[in-house]
């Protein structure tokens, strides 16, 4: 169920694509006609075509009757065979750069013991020259019990290599001795606002840096040239296009991805869109480019600002009225003081800037709903779509406030599945009830788009989306869910990774659908998602992957 501003949306949409199809109607042949496929152009549960006819980058007509009357002599025929096409799949949150980079640095993800952690940094360190810092990892202590790394595992099998390994949720770092040299970093080196660097009884960091503090190890270990970085994001958009993601939203809190896709578009169509979200606390710089240059164009956007607020649940940082239960001592931590955070918001919404936050913990969900309440109030009545990332734990009372704030649930279901391996040990059974809330978040009739996070989680969208409707986590403990009254269904949560995230960044005239007038992006898969056994959506394929019209994938 979606409100009354979500169909006003769609039919302003419907009339621009009305428009659009006479238009195209007038003006000669399809380039390209895809026939006998099994359509879902995402306007409704059920509404289905069979053939889509392209010309240039628009799709200019959809059913066997229009794309017949479009077909000349130089239209290009591809018989689908009954396979199965949706709108191009939009990834709302990702990390572009750094995940793509973590494609060639090893993984830790799957270690099960601490044995094998170091193990695997032992083999990594001894592959590379000497000196050479050792980054990747993504570890997860939960696969082993919960005890956190420290310096002394891995100093032995380190001596001469600086590692810094960070966990899966991109808020952890576990340094070595050589790396906490290098970084500065001893027991004279003061807390860091918004981080944590972890200290054994006598003050010794432990190895262990949180959050803002990683700061000073990233500054250590330097940035990466031009080149190499835009070799890492050529290497992510071929793996997104393998998947069928056509555009991404990357939610930064630096400006490299956005250099990057700058670069590469300059070379030519970097084969995935970009949406970005730069740092909020960079508003200036980016009100200063977009009085030079515009916004972008259909291939990199940007005009939209990102900042975090609280850390993560598994790290215990996500910032709650409560304490944790298995770290009385603490309620989280703010990233962000508030006085900026506020002070941001209303200058950059001022500026006519898109806003989105962090926030996983429910005090840091509801400071950001009131903050952002108190912006558009101070600086009136526009379209700005707000938009909260994570949205992981709420109170019930705040669920409602989304949809009265026209604020965008921007969401990860994958994370459902993963954190609820061990969620309870931190904040108990009735905290849960409302956490990952995507049921009732779009039964209240807010806007919900859904992403990865990668590399936090798996770039591939049917693993999301298999996330959202089944919820059954990753240990096998929850066959029919894990809370399963906040399940969503399938035509919901392909919603959320089409026509979702296309409103979410503005597109929504010109992505998410399939229909004349929109851009030419969707997927082709080898089986019909609605006629599949739900627990088996990951197991279909991805055939093809039309961006721009132009077949990147397959």
Request: with cysteine; aromatic share 8%.
């Amino acid at each position: 169920m979606y409100n009354r501003r979500s169909l006003l949306a769609f039919g302003a949409s419907a009339a621009v694509a009305a428009a659009a199809r006479s238009a195209f109607a007038a003006s000669g042949e399809l380039d390209v006609a895809y026939i006998s496929g099994r359509i879902w152009t995402g306007a409704g549960r059920d509404v289905r075509t069979d053939a889509i006819g392209v010309k240039g980058d628009r799709i200019a007509a959809i059913g066997a009757a229009a794309v017949r009357a479009g077909i000349g002599k130089r239209t290009r025929i591809v018989d689908l065979g009954g396979a199965f096409v949706t709108p191009g799949f939009i990834d709302s949150h990702v990390h572009f750069v750094k995940a793509s980079f973590m494609l060639s640095r090893p993984s830790l993800r799957d270690a099960n013991s601490p044995e094998e952690f170091v193990e695997r940094i032992a083999a990594a360190a001894k592959a590379l020259p000497r000196g050479q810092w050792l980054e990747g990892g993504n570890w997860d202590q939960d696969r082993w019990g919960g005890k956190m790394p420290d310096k002394t595992w891995i100093d032995a099998v380190t001596p001469d290599t600086p590692v810094a390994v960070i966990r899966y949720d991109l808020h952890t770092l576990l340094l070595n001795s050589v790396a906490l040299r290098l970084a500065g970093i001893d027991r004279n080196t003061p807390e860091v606002p918004g981080g944590v660097i972890e200290r054994d009884a006598s003050g010794v960091p432990t190895g262990i840096i949180k959050d803002a503090a990683k700061e000073l190890v990233l500054r250590a270990i330097g940035t990466p040239t031009d080149a190499q970085i835009d070799a890492a994001t050529r290497k992510g958009i071929e793996l997104a296009l393998s998947k069928g993601v056509t555009q991404v939203h990357p939610t930064e809190l630096d400006w490299l991805t956005f250099e990057s896709t700058r670069r590469l578009h300059a070379a030519g169509e970097p084969g995935i869109r970009f949406r970005h979200y730069l740092p909020l606390k960079d508003w200036q710089r980016q009100t200063e480019m977009i009085k030079q240059e515009g916004r972008g164009d259909d291939w990199v956007q940007w005009g939209a600002c990102k900042v975090v607020f609280d850390g993560s649940l598994g790290s215990r940082t996500a910032l709650f009225y409560e304490p944790y239960l298995d770290e009385p001592g603490t309620r989280g931590i703010v990233v962000t003081d508030p006085a900026d955070l506020r002070q941001w918001m209303k200058d950059a919404d001022m500026a006519g800037l898109q806003i989105t936050a962090h926030a996983i913990g429910d005090r840091a969900n509801d400071t950001i709903l009131d903050i952002m309440a108190a912006v558009a109030a101070a600086n009136g009545k526009r379209d700005r779509r707000l938009r909260v990332e994570h949205v992981q734990h709420v109170r019930p009372a705040t669920i409602p406030r989304f949809a009265k704030q026209g604020v965008i649930a921007s969401v990860q279901p994958y994370h459902a599945i993963d954190d609820g391996r061990w969620a309870v040990r931190r904040i108990g059974d009735e905290r849960l009830k409302t956490s990952f809330a995507f049921g009732s978040l779009v039964s209240s009739g807010a806007h919900v788009c859904m992403g990865s996070d990668w590399p936090v989680a798996p770039l591939d969208p049917l693993t999301g989306i298999e996330a959202a409707i089944n919820r059954q986590t990753l240990d096998a403990k929850n066959p029919n869910g894990w809370f399963p009254e906040q399940r969503v269904s399938l035509a919901q949560a392909l919603r959320s990774y089409t026509r979702e995230p296309a409103y979410a960044g503005f597109n929504e005239r010109s992505l998410g659908l399939i229909a004349p007038g929109y851009l030419a992006d969707f997927v082709v898969l080898d089986r019909d998602l609605f006629a599949l056994d739900p627990h088996l959506l990951t197991e279909a394929k991805v055939l093809r992957t039309i961006v721009s019209g132009i077949q990147r994938f397959g």
